[in-house]
């Protein structure tokens, strides 16, 4: 149920940059979000549907994209990208990481219409 209040920020971020941008519509919503984050777009999706009902967001798409985990190995000190199913260091195979990266969540960009143009507007960090 967290996506719902997520989401009711997220459209109010987003509306906030479309009227600074002249905006006539919200098209695309683009967020990054940490593997850890617990954020599921399709929820976000569904509950975007309803809050923007009636708004310039109305009928917008998210678009979402799941940042690499961040670590650094406590042995060699070296930060590195790890996935999931890999979880020692690259570089030392240690298991004693330490993460940097793994619940942020942000609104990347948007793609808006302005006079009937489609354009990008940049994205607005939520942590």
Not at 2 to 31: K, V
Not at 32 to 61: D, H, K, N, W
Not at 67 to 92: K, M
């Amino acid at each position: 149920m967290h996506e719902l209040s997520i989401t009711e920020s997220i459209l109010r971020t987003c509306l906030a940059e479309a009227r600074r941008q002249n905006a006539l519509r919200i098209r695309i919503i683009r967020l990054r979000l940490g593997p850890f984050s617990g954020i599921v777009p399709e929820c976000i999706q569904m509950y975007l549907e309803l809050l923007a009902e009636g708004t310039i967001a109305e009928g917008a798409r998210i678009e979402a994209v799941t940042a690499p985990l961040q670590v650094r190995c406590r042995d060699c000190g070296r930060e590195s990208r790890i996935t999931r199913r890999h979880i020692a260091c690259p570089h030392c195979g240690s298991l004693r990481l330490q993460i940097l990266s793994a619940n942020e969540f942000m609104i990347e960009s948007m793609e808006v219409d302005t006079d009937g143009n489609q354009s990008a507007s940049p994205g607005h960090g939520m942590e």
